[in-house]
């Protein structure tokens, strides 16, 4: 359990949607466990019930931090919302308060009201026009405006109307933390042991292109003839995806894997990992294939050239099928093309995108706006 709150800490509360297996709540697992010391007090929040699959939940309880589950089921809940994150912040009386994803960003400078600071947190440069909306009034609440990429605080700058004036824009990348490379084990797999393997990683939404991929695999396979396409992710998209992929004659060369833990041991054991966004904020599966010292065929999306750097063999525009199918076979038929682009990924991550970078930007915002607080009469 957390320590009893003492003078000069600083209680910091974190609100998420949820804290289902995925990029942002991973992101708020690894900050929370990161941030456990004797100078924070923290407490987590989810707008939803506990999910099925808990490790996230697991590992922040193991590591001290409290952690609340306020059971809404709905998305027509607002007013419920409101009323328990209000509660859950009356009983733990925060210095300030740092939100996650869509949902609880609204909601959650809702229920701060002006007395606690609110961070809020804008992972994804969404185009749809109501969800501009309302992050633009959640954003005019915020005391500050987390922005995952350049090109996300860019987005908040024109589509949310931040201005880039008042200093509220606090662009923070993702982080992963600097392991040794995993070994690259595939006893997850059953084909054949030489099969190239181009893996994608995350929700099976529209959002992902995932239709896009599929659309040009039949190319791929053609003109690759022992290459396969691992799908490890679920979501809404995931049962017509699949019949899409037997349409296109392409059905005995895609695996979907569904929701896997060992995620991470299927990237590393990959010849390449393909993410066909129409738009994103930061991939994180990006940081996990450069982590693993893999190469990446990525669309430009929002913190994609930032995470790459210059690097146009593993960047292709959104709707560029050739563009697409010739770098999926270069990165497949050339293994020191491969190899060679990987270790370059690998030294990028270490030197620029760090867990430990991450959280001390982190750390000096919620120090910035405690102490701000401490100010106000």
Known sequence: MPELSRPGRIRLALLITELD???AERCLTNLACGLVSSEYELHVATLAPRPRDDQLVQRLVGAGVAVTHLDLRGGAQWLTAIRRVRDWLGRVEPTALQTFLFHANAIGCLAAGSKIPVATGIRVADPRRWRSWVERWACRRAA?????????AEFARQRLAVSSDDGRIVEIPNGIAIEPIASGDRSWWSGSADAP???????????KGIDWLLSVAGEVCRRCSTCQFVFVGAGSAGEALQRRADELGVADRCHWLGWR???CDI???SRLVVL??????MPNVVLEAMHAARPVVCTRVEGAEQLLGD???QLVDFGDDRRLADQLIALLSDDELAASLGSRNRARVSEHFSLRRMI????AMYRELTEAAAKVP
Do not use: F, K
């Open 21 to 23: 297996v995925g990029g």
């Open 144 to 152: 500050r405006i987390v922005c995952v990429s350049e090109r996300v």
């Open 197 to 207: 393997l181009a893996v994608y990683v995350g929700r099976l939404d529209r959002q």
């Open 261 to 263: 833990q060992d995620a």
């Open 267 to 269: 990237i590393a054991s």
């Open 276 to 281: 066909p966004s129409r738009w994103e904020g």
């Open 311 to 313: 690097s146009p063999e």
């Open 360 to 363: 001390a930007s982190y750390d």
